[in-house]
């Protein structure tokens, strides 16, 4: 005979306390702070001419803005994506090289 723990619900118990299925988000909350912070460094590093720092917070900004390419379509979305993720890149290389 099998005992059951006081703890384990039957099926017919859980389907009461199903929650309703809730609404996608499409970026997470650290990542919108995330962008926040990006977009006030970039407007600082504008206003004191530090170009690096700037290409490295739009960089940043580009990296993330990517998840929202899904908005776009199914055909124009993965286009857009790569084309974010590849400038990204190079926008961050070439804050590393005028650094140097």
Do not use: H, W
Request: glycine letters at 4%; charged letters at 20%.
């Amino acid at each position: 005979m099998r005992v059951r723990m006081p703890y384990d619900e039957s099926e017919e118990e859980t389907e009461k306390y199903v929650e309703p299925k809730q609404q996608v988000t499409i970026m997470s909350r650290g990542e919108r702070t995330g962008m926040i912070m990006a977009v006030s460094v970039l407007f600082y590093a504008l206003l004191a001419k530090d170009m690096p720092v700037a290409f490295f917070s739009l960089s940043f900004l580009l990296f993330e803005i990517r998840s929202l390419t899904i908005l776009l379509g199914r055909k124009a979305a993965p286009t857009a994506s790569n084309f974010l993720q590849g400038f990204s890149i190079a926008l961050f290389f070439g804050a590393i090289l005028l650094l140097l």
